[in-house]
């Protein structure tokens, strides 16, 4: 099967629009994990969700950021008021999310710059 | 999850093997080791992991020492595709938590 796909893969937006970014993951894995990772900087974590249970957010850096993930499948993560710190490459990555052993297949990734 | 303590890059030669070790001090015994691999401009690629036990696959072997407190990737044959940055990650067997989080990682230079 497909492995995890992300869109767009390049977004450039004006500071202070609004943007999504989608993820649809592996079928089948019920683990969804959402990172960012600035230029030349290391993966940060943003938000986590597995199967039915409320989702990890305790990395989403303000309130202008959400995610949410329908029907326990495709994911969108939506940056509202965009600001030029946001730029950066989004990285969507699933997994199996069974007994904690996470081997997690990332997506491409949607490269955003914000003007 | 436990801290980890990488060192921030290794040089090796092509074909020779590439040892990168990870600290683990405060690993406690529910929690297994990862290591990822992020070539530049890729998402991250999961390499392997292990409890306590010395694991192969078909990419690298992870050698665990016995007290866990330490660990070490090893690549037999670098190539010159083997340059990234490795990450090394513990996590708690169980669902608690949930989140894989990662450290700065060795950046490795396999060089001709």
């Known amino acids: 099967g497909a492995g995890v796909s992300q869109s767009p893969s390049n977004k450039v937006t004006e500071k202070g629009k609004d943007v999504e970014l989608r993820c649809d993951p592996i079928?089948?894995?019920?683990?969804l994990y959402w990172y960012r990772q600035s230029l030349g900087q290391g993966l940060e974590f943003l938000i986590y969700f597995q199967g039915n249970s409320a989702p990890d957010k305790s990395g989403l850096p303000s309130d202008r950021f959400s995610a949410e993930r329908t029907g326990g499948s495709v994911s969108t993560l939506t940056i509202q008021r965009t600001q030029q710190e946001d730029s950066a490459v989004y990285l969507c990555?699933?997994?199996?999310?069974?007994?904690?052993?996470?081997?997690?297949?990332f997506g491409s990734g949607t490269q955003l710059s914000v003007l | 999850d436990a801290k980890t303590t990488q060192p921030p890059s290794m040089d090796c030669a092509e074909g020779r093997a590439a040892n990168l070790p990870c600290n683990h001090s405060?690993?406690?015994?529910?929690?297994?080791v990862y290591w990822y691999r992020q070539i530049h401009s890729q998402g991250p690629q999961y390499i392997i992991h292990g409890l306590k036990n010395n694991e192969t696959n078909e990419m690298a072997s992870l050698i665990i020492t016995e007290d866990r407190k330490s660990s070490t990737l090893i690549l037999p044959h670098a190539t010159l595709r083997d340059t990234a940055v490795y990450y090394c990650?513990?996590?708690?067997?169980?669902?608690?938590?949930?989140?894989?989080?990662f450290g700065q990682g060795t950046e490795l230079s396999v060089k001709p």
């Open positions: 079928s089948g894995h019920t683990a």
């Open positions: 990650i513990v996590r708690p067997i169980y669902n608690q938590g949930g989140k894989l989080i």
């Open positions: 405060t690993i406690s015994g529910n929690e297994y």
């Open positions: 990555a699933s997994s199996l999310g069974i007994t904690g052993v996470e081997k997690l297949f």
